[in-house]
C-alpha cells in the first residue's frame, strides 16, 4: 500500500485534477492542487450567467454516450441532466431540410468496418474501400465527422478508435447538465477543500525536479513545493513546456502518437428565438449543419433561451488563426445570414450577447481535446503507468470509447488516484 502520510502535489484543477484530488484527500493523502488560471474548470469554461441568461458553456457543454464516472457524480451532487431533443437540420447552399441520416452506403459501411482487422487512418480507410463516386457523399460526411466533432485529422485518425465510438457506443442520448459543467466543477472543487486539499489558482508550474527521494515543484512566480509524488493533468501541449525529469521526459515522448484538436466555440444571444418564426419551422431545430466558415450551430431546445452556438473543430480552424474574438462573432453572423437567409442588419440588431472562444489561442490549453492515432493506444499504456514519482493523467490517456471527453478527464483522475491508493 501507499504511504498515507505522503504528500501529492496535482498539477492542474480541471476535471481529471479535481477528480483525483477529491479521491485522494478522502483517502486522508495531503494534497495541494497547482492551477495557473484564477478558476478552476481547465477547458470546462463557464460564462456569466448576466450575459447570457443561464450559465453557459465556453469550452466542454455535453455529456457523451453512457458516461458512468459522469452520471455517479451527478447523482451524488444533486446535479440533473436534461436529454437533447428536437430535429437536426441541415443547409446544402441553396436550402434547408431536415437532416436525412442515413446513406446509402450505410449497411456497407457498416461491415466493412466490422470486419476490419488491422488499424489504419480514415482517410486511407476511405481510399481504400469507398474511392468511387458514389461514395462522395459519404466521404465527405465522414470527414465532416471525424473533423468537426472529435477535431481529428482524417489523414491521422484511428479507424478502429471511430468505430467502437461509433458503432460500439452506448445508446444513451446526448444530455446537458443543469447548471452547466461549471456546477459540477463547483462540487468537486468543494469537496477537495472539504477533505483538505488545498487549491492554489494562478500558479504557473515550470519545471519538476526529483531530489533525494522527493519531488520539488517549481513555479513560474518563484514558489517552490516539495512533495512525494506529482500528477500531471495539464492538456497535452502544456507538457512538453514543463522541464520534467529524465524519466518523466523519456515517458512523455510517446505524446506524439497522440492526436490533439482544436475548436472555436461562437455563443450569440439575442433579444428573442427568431429562428422559430421561419416559414421552415424551426421551432424544434437542436442541430444546423452546413459547409459555411461557421458550419456547426445549436440551440438550448427544449430550452427557450434564444442563444444560438457555433462550432467549428478539427485542423481546418488553422485558417481563422488571425481572428480575434469579435472578427470569429462577425463569421459566426455571416455564416448564419448565408444560411438562414436573412438581412445582417436584422440578425446584428437582435444580438445583446456575444463571446467567442478559439481553444488554440488559451495559453493554458492551446486547443481543445485529443483523438486517438493508430499508435495512440500503445501511448497511452506507456503514459497511464504509475510506475515512478511523476504522474499522467487526463482525458487524452483514457482508453475507453469516449477519448476527449469530461467523462475520460473523470475516470483517468480516478483511475490515477486509485493507483496511487494500491500502491
Known amino acids: 500500500m501507499s504511504d498515507p502520510s505522503e504528500h501529492i502535489v496535482i498539477v492542474g484543477a480541471g476535471a481529471a485534477g479535481l477528480m483525483a484530488a477529491r479521491e485522494l484527500a478522502r483517502a486522508g493523502r495531503k494534497v495541494t492542487i497547482l492551477e495557473a488560471r484564477q478558476r478552476c474548470g481547465g477547458r470546462i469554461h463557464p460564462l456569466p450567467a448576466s450575459e447570457f441568461g443561464y ?4 469550452g466542454a457543454e455535453f455529456v457523451h454516450g453512457e458516461a458512468p464516472v459522469t452520471r455517479a457524480l451527478l447523482r451524488d451532487a444533486g446535479l440533473s441532466l436534461q436529454e437533447i431533443e428536437g430535429e437536426q437540420w441541415s443547409f446544402d447552399g441553396t436550402r434547408l431540410a431536415r437532416e436525412d441520416r442515413r446513406d446509402l452506403h450505410e449497411a456497407e459501411l457498416q461491415a466493412t468496418l466490422r470486419g476490419l482487422k488491422d488499424d ?4 486511407d480507410f476511405l481510399r481504400r474501400h469507398f474511392a468511387g463516386d458514389d461514395y462522395a457523399p459519404m466521404r465527405r460526411s465522414i470527414e465532416r465527422m471525424v473533423e468537426g466533432y472529435d477535431a481529428a485529422d482524417p ?5 478502429l478508435a471511430l468505430r467502437a465510438e461509433w458503432m460500439d457506443g452506448g445508446h444513451a442520448p446526448l444530455a446537458r447538465i443543469d447548471g452547466g459543467y461549471g456546477a459540477m466543477i463547483d462540487v468537486l472543487a468543494a469537496d477537495c477543500r472539504r477533505h483538505g486539499a488545498t487549491i492554489r489558482l494562478g500558479t504557473v508550474v515550470s519545471a519538476l525536479a526529483e531530489e533525494g527521494g522527493a519531488v520539488t515543484v517549481r513555479c513560474a512566480g518563484g514558489d ?12 497535452l501541449p502544456l507538457l512538453r513546456e514543463i522541464a520534467l525529469p529524465a524519466e518523466a ?11 490533439f484538436g482544436n475548436v472555436i466555440k461562437i455563443l450569440l444571444r439575442f433579444t428573442r428565438p427568431w429562428w422559430r418564426e421561419r416559414k421552415e419551422n424551426l421551432a424544434d431545430m437542436t442541430f444546423l449543419l452546413s459547409d459555411q466558415v461557421i458550419p456547426v450551430w445549436w440551440t438550448r431546445y427544449p430550452d427557450q433561451q434564444p442563444v444560438l452556438t457555433g462550432w467549428f473543430g478539427g485542423p481546418r480552424t488553422a485558417e481563422l488563426e488571425g481572428l480575434d474574438p469579435q472578427g470569429l462573432i462577425d463569421a459566426g453572423l455571416s455564416s448564419l445570414v448565408a444560411v438562414l437567409g436573412l438581412p445582417r442588419d436584422d440578425i446584428a440588431r437582435e444580438l445583446v450577447a456575444a463571446a467567442a472562444i478559439n481553444w488554440a489561442h488559451d495559453r493554458f490549453a492551446r486547443g481543445a481535446y485529443s483523438w486517438a492515432t493508430p499508435r495512440t493506444r500503445e501511448a497511452q499504456a506507456i ?3 504509475a510506475d515512478g514519482r511523476v504522474l499522467f493523467s487526463g482525458e487524452a490517456l483514457y482508453r475507453g470509447r469516449d477519448m476527449g471527453t469530461v467523462e475520460a478527464a473523470l475516470a483517468s483522475g480516478l483511475e490515477t488516484a486509485e493507483r496511487i491508493l494500491q500502491g
Open 55 to 58: 450559465r453557459a458553456d465556453g
Open 120 to 123: 489504419l487512418v480514415v482517410a
Open 155 to 159: 489523414e491521422r485518425a484511428s479507424t
Open 224 to 235: 517552490v513545493h516539495a512533495c512525494d509524488r506529482v500528477i500531471l493533468t495539464v492538456p
Open 249 to 259: 521526459r523519456a515517458k512523455l515522448a510517446a505524446a506524439d502518437d497522440i492526436g
Open 383 to 385: 503514459l497511464a503507468r
